[in-house]
């Protein structure tokens, strides 16, 4: 049988943040939207793997400036997976086309996710 569009998000936000899958309260519609369309649809499509979905979104978050949602999806990252290393090129790589600034306070954030995670494990 056939999984829904809220079987198939809910998987996918455990598989990228575990445990902290609803964290910051939204109204209903918009959790709603957030978990059928987005992760349930949106990141369900075919073309790309969910690591480089991840990675995508990182990258524009830290193109973008949004430092608390870098927190989540750089915590997500990791939880696919993805080394800190990996991360760290993205941010460089990012440097050159979004510029400097927006890449050295992604590297802070990216900082704290990778203590705080770090900190959880012992």
């Not at 430092?67 to 760290?88: T, V, W, Y």
């Amino acid at each position: 049988m056939p999984e829904s569009r809220a079987e198939k998000g809910m998987a996918t936000l455990r598989r990228l943040f575990g445990s902290s899958v609803g964290g910051t309260p939204l109204p209903p519609a918009f959790a709603q939207m957030t978990v059928e369309h987005l992760f349930g649809e949106v990141w369900q499509r075919p073309g790309l793997a969910l690591e480089e979905r991840s990675l995508v979104t990182c990258a524009v978050l830290v193109a973008l400036g949004r430092e608390a949602e870098q927190k989540i999806h750089f915590r997500g990252a990791r939880n696919l997976g993805i080394s800190r290393e990996k991360l760290d090129e993205l941010l460089l790589h990012i440097a050159h086309y979004a510029g400097w600034p927006v890449a050295v306070s992604a590297l802070r954030v990216l900082d704290e996710v990778w203590r705080t995670m770090d900190g959880e494990a012992k």
